[in-house]
T-cell receptor, first 114, second 115 residues
Framework: DQQVKQNSPSLSVQEGRISILNCDYT??????FLWYKKYPAEGPTFLIS?????DKNEDGRFTVFLNKSAKHLSLHIVPSQPGDSAVYFC?????????????FGKGTHLIIQP | GAVVSQHPSWVICKSGTSVKIECRSL??????MFWYRQFPKQSLMLMAT?????????EQGVEKDKFLINHASLTLSTLTVTSAHPEDSSFYIC???????????FGDGTRLSIL
């Protein structure tokens, strides 16, 4: 079963507008969440993360929001730029445990239109 | 900073051969490296976690005798797919992390095709 879900395979946004990518999770043990960006033929690149003790983390144009009660997080990109066109992966992990690999969603392909 | 190099990027080989994939952290020391696999239209799935100098921890359903992992130094981990068969064809990608408080940084992956 998919513990991290990104229900939108793709999203199209006009340049300059806000892009909102969503992610839901089912495992209540997850306490650390990350967003990665991936261009074709390259590995994922770390974007931003958030710990479960916070509900918001901001880094430049990127903001991640965490709603623990809803087991939902979102990545906001504003303003969206053409270079933001990529596949975005949501990932989660349980910190403090022996095994701390990441559990990934399937990704959302963000397309920024000029 | 935080560059991870993975080699080779693409391998095509005959069924029954063994294939070695290397993962190197170029500008930091990786105490932990991870190996993932991705099938088409699926998410990255963790195969194993390796800490430098110790045996790898494999996820449920991953055969440790088929996927040999060696993490002999703080900058190099290798994944060897032994006696590869067509069903092993997939995209394999590694990541490395300096310590538990740091995010994982990924290589560019290896496309493995077994004929």
């Amino acid at each position: 079963d998919q513990q991290v879900k990104q229900n939108s395979p793709s999203l199209s946004v006009q340049e300059g507008r806000i892009s909102i990518l969503n992610c839901d999770y089912t495992n209540s043990m997850f306490d650390y969440f990350l967003w990665y960006k991936k261009y074709p033929a390259e590995g994922p690149t770390f974007l931003i993360s958030i710990s479960s003790i916070k509900d918001k983390n901001e880094d430049g144009r990127f903001t991640v929001f965490l709603n623990k009660s809803a087991k939902h997080l979102s990545l906001h990109i504003v303003p969206s730029q053409p270079g933001d066109s990529a596949v975005y992966f949501c990932a989660a992990k349980v910190t403090g445990g022996g095994a701390d690999g990441l559990t990934f969603g399937k990704g959302t392909h963000l397309i920024i239109q000029p | 900073g935080a560059v991870v190099s993975q080699h080779p990027s693409w391998v095509i080989c005959k069924s029954g051969t063994s294939v070695k994939i290397e993962c190197r952290s170029l500008d930091f020391q990786a105490t932990t490296m991870f190996w993932y696999r991705q099938f088409p239209k699926q998410s990255l799935m963790l195969m194993a976690t390796s800490n430098e100098g110790s045996k790898a921890t494999y996820e449920q359903g991953v055969e440790k005798d088929k996927f040999l992992i060696n993490h002999a130094s703080l900058t190099l981990s290798t994944l060897t797919v032994t006696s590869a068969h067509p069903e092993d064809s997939s995209f394999y990608i590694c990541s490395a992390r300096a310590d538990r408080d740091q995010p994982q940084h990924f290589g560019d992956g290896t496309r493995l095709s077994i004929l």
